[in-house]
């Protein structure tokens, strides 16, 4: 009698095949659909660039190409751009290294106050140095003026300096958490065996950070290479490649040119991704694990000593004069010209109305980009599917896309039917939820990998089913990183320029747009006071990171993919 | 165990303090370690054992106190000018480099020609049993192996004095003795002065000719291993170094010739002979009962010296030893039955016997 009441029920427990098959295959069916998202959103675009850069009038053509390489001025453009890739990478990695090696090896006194002004930069937008340059070097800049000065920092220089400073607190953050993950015994071992100070750095710290040292260095070459802000204000009449793309777009509404722009300048982004993420990874030396101790300050010989002071100082001088500059020139029409302070550039309507504009796009890109960087960070780390790895490589490789790429891809690819977005806030926050992916994806694997799947599995064991456990488990599991990531999904998407500068349509402005335009027409006061206000909401956001990251041992693993 | 008493100490500790800001880690600590002496600082974590060892190395600054190396004062001396070498609990081994180039670092630093280098490194990789590892990167190491790598590189210039920091904790329990035996057997051989500190009270015991006992940045005692455990200072010491059954008492006679001594407890008379000149009549006492040192036997009705009757709550029997469980009016003993050959009437068994030995150590009880 029993055995056939159980019989019975445990078929009515297996009753309906249909739920059975979904509850098992849940987390395919909704990788399937990740899998759907990102080709639309993300390959399509890219594949629509890369088409219209072969797309002539009567099919594939490699005539767009061919004028690229032989136009002197194109050519000039890839080789400043590349040269500025190359020139901000030493400069950032060198000032990034010197300044890691201060906070972590220097003397306690001066640890922390290098550390936050190493870190200033990145509540700005990046092209707050090209505003702060204009400001000081600029046609009325405050220096040009002062000393009568013939020569303008428009041009090459320019750039390279504005860009320097806006990747130094990535280099920085990069180089120090690899310092920090260096076993401080391994150089009080060469100490103790003799060496000195000089000695430790090349023959111990330096070859150790190596690995470390080049992969700064490659992520700073593609993000540079890629910037768009500083080139586009400060570059003048010098060429490079992503302001490039934006004339020849805006200007002469040259598509096809536009792509080439583009292809060209995806290729080393490509390969450097590639390249950071298949060779180097697990480059890295290990050793065994011991309690951590903190690194005490050794008593470095001024010798040594003293680069490291002199470049720590002019760095952190430089990015606290730019800061200051901006602060005080927002208080002006334009600083330098007109005499007395004014609140007006801050009750500027049409700033005002920008920033309004940033900020509903950027909190629905955060709230989309934050939910769907949670699932597919579930998918990648919990699923066991074909293309698993495809995903991850996929909803990643958005850092390493220049921005003008996906605003030319999301023209082509939205402004038609089956999907016309352009025109529409719709456009520029799904701009932003792809571009940036990787930051909410890169959240959700950092706390998942902290979840050990027995949680899940005694979930599952207790007979829950697989959208129970998640419901249940799963998410409230996963809200720190939610939150982590619609954070900082938010504070990216509100400073990001050179993707939604394609985009905006005439009459919706981004606060960005406007900083650069109110830059590029000389309405410096106007620039200035947008820019303070982006800082403000930035910090607010860095705020909230930092309570939730203290609050949940986010850990560092998510302050590394915020540097990305 | 070979160690001249009569030359110049090798390592001199004269009042040292160290403070971390406010927060004093060190708070005055004097100690004379002798040449060829291998002398272990041992103690609770946080008890600055790890940080007197890194003050000797030179790598964090006294704060008063003076460290004497050899004759010589050192204080202000640089790890890299100090005649004393470290070896660091995760081995600090170069990853980049080979084994030989490890082991050769510091004679490279300091200037050796190849040569001697060469044929240098070759005896501390014969001496350390891997002669054939030179070429080796460290990765391809085995844990015992980068232990033995370590040892050597840290051996390689000849110091006056060797400091280990709790050099055997990365390794699993047996290859851990192994590793001890062959560290203090090299270190005897060598006659190398080393300062060898570590959490492990048995570790401790069994590898020093002087234990340093600490706490909160002070030295309890200091003493050989046996003295340590037969004759702790305090009660912090004896329950540090082992299990420790305390029973409280009162001296009610000593016999100045004997030395025969009898105690008063709640549970009846003990005697014993006393062995320490600190303890006098009328004294309130605490007798170190260890587990081993006490016999047990079934109840059998008749009742000798010293032997307190009490009611056995377990019995676990683990082969070598029994641990029982014995409850004295309401206190609490452990008792190890080594060799238990009554094993199953013991477990059955209700009331039995204990038997305090006559050479139980006794603390003075402070009021």
């Excluded at chain 1, 260095?217 to 490039?244: Q, S, W």
């Excluded at chain 1, 949670?374 to 921005?403: D, H, N, Q, T």
């Excluded at chain 1, 089913?465 to 998640?470: A, C, G, H, I, R």
């Excluded at chain 2, 000797?56 to 070498?85: E, M």
Aim: net charge neutral.
């Amino acid at each position: 009698m029993v055995t056939a009441e159980w019989s019975v029920k445990l078929q009515a427990r297996s009753g309906s095949r249909a739920k059975d098959f979904l509850n098992a295959n849940l987390i395919n069916i909704l990788a399937a659909f990740l899998f759907l998202l990102l080709a639309f959103f993300l390959l399509y675009p890219i594949i629509a660039v890369l088409l219209k850069s072969v797309q002539g009038p009567s099919g594939f053509t490699l005539e767009y190409y061919r004028a690229f390489f032989s136009t002197d001025y194109y050519f000039q453009s890839l080789y400043n751009t590349l040269l500025l890739g190359a020139i901000n990478t030493v400069v950032c990695v060198v000032v990034g290294f010197c300044l890691a090696y201060m906070t972590t090896r220097g003397p306690w006194l001066l640890r922390k106050p290098l550390k936050i002004i190493a870190l200033i930069p990145l509540i700005a937008p990046p092209y707050l140095f090209a505003l702060s340059l204009i400001i000081l070097f600029g046609r009325n800049g405050l220096v040009t003026r002062a000393l009568d000065l013939h020569w303008q920092l428009y041009g090459f220089t320019g750039v390279v300096i504005s860009q320097s400073l806006a990747f130094i607190p990535l280099a920085y953050m990069m180089i120090e958490s690899t310092l920090m993950s260096l076993n401080p015994n391994l150089e009080e071992s060469a100490y103790d065996l003799g060496a000195t100070e000089a000695t430790i750095l090349r023959s111990i710290t330096i070859p150790l950070l190596a690995p470390g040292l080049l992969k700064a260095a490659l992520l700073i070459f593609v993000m540079t290479i890629a910037e768009f802000g500083n080139a586009a204000i400060l570059g003048g009449r010098t060429p490079f490649l992503a302001p490039d793309t934006y004339t020849v777009i805006t200007g002469e509404s040259d598509f096809n040119m536009g792509s080439v722009l583009s292809v060209v300048l995806i290729v080393p982004c490509i390969i450097i991704f590639f390249v950071h993420n298949y060779l180097l990874e697990g480059k890295k030396f290990t050793t065994i694990g011991g309690k951590p101790v903190a690194s005490e300050p050794r008593k470095i010989t001024p010798l040594v000593l003293a680069p490291f002071v002199i470049i720590t100082t002019v760095a952190a001088g430089a990015i606290f004069v730019c800061f200051g500059v901006v602060f005080v020139a927002s208080f002006f029409k334009i600083l330098g010209v007109t005499h007395n302070a004014v609140l007006s550039n801050y009750l500027d309507f049409t700033s005002n109305q920008a920033i309004y504009n940033s900020i509903r796009v950027s909190f629905m890109a955060a709230a989309i980009g934050a939910i769907l960087g949670v699932l597919m960070a579930y998918v990648i780390v919990r699923g066991k599917f074909f293309g698993r790895s495809f995903i991850e490589m996929v909803s990643l490789s958005g850092f390493a896309l220049p921005g003008t790429v996906l605003g030319i891809g999301y023209l082509l690819a939205f402004s038609a039917p089956p999907l016309k977005l352009t025109g529409g806030i719709m456009i520029l926050a799904l701009n932003c939820v792809f571009r940036f992916i990787a930051v909410g994806v890169e959240a959700g694997i950092s706390k998942l990998h902290q979840i050990h799947i027995e949680i899940e599995e005694a979930s599952a064991d207790l007979g829950a089913s697989f959208l129970t456990t998640f419901y249940k488990i799963v998410l409230p599991i996963m809200f720190p990183a939610f939150i982590a990531g619609f954070v900082y999904t938010f504070m990216t998407a509100i400073v990001s320029l050179s993707a939604v500068v394609f985009l905006v349509s005439p009459g919706f402005d981004l606060a960005s747009v406007k900083i650069f335009d109110a830059a590029v027409y000389g309405e410096i006061g106007i620039a200035s006071a947008t820019t303070m206000k982006l800082v403000l909401i930035v910090m607010i956001c860095m705020l909230i990171l930092d309570f939730i990251t203290k609050k949940t041992k986010l850990g560092s693993s998510m302050k590394k993919s915020a540097a990305v | 165990m070979g160690v001249k008493q009569n030359e110049r100490p090798m390592l001199i500790l004269k009042g040292i303090h160290k403070f971390y800001g406010k927060n004093e880690v060190i708070k005055g600590v004097s100690l004379e370690v002798q040449k060829g002496e291998l002398v272990t600082f041992v103690g609770p974590s946080g008890c600055g054992k790890t940080t007197l060892l890194r003050l000797i190395g030179g790598f964090t600054d006294v704060s008063s106190g003076d460290i004497i190396l050899d004759g010589q004062r050192i204080n202000d001396l640089p790890p890299n000018l100090r005649d004393t070498r470290i070896c660091f609990q995760n081995y600090a081994l170069f990853p980049h480099m080979t084994v030989a180039e490890n082991i050769g670092y510091g004679l490279k630093i300091n200037k050796w020609p190849r040569d001697r280098i060469e044929a240098r490194v070759k005896e501390l990789l014969k001496m350390v049993e891997l002669d054939t590892f030179g070429d080796r990167m460290i990765d391809k190491l085995s844990g015992g192996q980068q232990q033995r790598v370590a040892f050597a590189r840290a051996l390689s210039l000849e110091p006056k004095v060797l400091l280990l920091d709790e050099p055997l904790s990365n390794l699993d329990a047996n290859l851990r003795l192994i590793m001890r035996e062959e560290i203090r057997n090299l270190q005897e051989k060598l006659q190398i002065t080393t300062v060898f500190v570590t959490h492990d009270q048995f570790e401790a015991m069994a590898i020093s000719d002087r234990l340093v006992v600490m706490r909160d940045g002070l030295i309890e005692q200091v003493g050989s291993p046996i003295e340590i455990y037969e004759r702790p200072a305090n009660e912090f010491i004896a329950g540090f170094v082992g299990y420790v059954n305390f029973m409280e008492g009162r001296i009610a006679s000593i016999d100045e010739k004997t030395s025969d001594t009898v105690i008063n407890t709640q549970y009846g008379k003990i005697e014993i002979t006393l062995e320490q000149d600190d303890i006098v009549n009328g004294d309130e006492v605490l007798m170190v009962i260890r587990p081993e040192s006490v016999n047990i036997s079934l109840d059998r009705g008749g009742k000798g010296q010293n032997v307190l009757s009490g009611a056995l709550k377990s019995y676990m029997y683990a082969g070598s030893l029994a641990k029982c469980t014995v409850m004295i009016g309401d206190r609490t003993m452990i008792i190890d039955q080594y060799n238990p050959r009554d094993a199953q009437q013991f477990k059955h068994a209700e009331k039995v016997e204990v038997e305090i030995p006559r050479s139980v150590h006794l603390l003075k009880k402070k009021s």
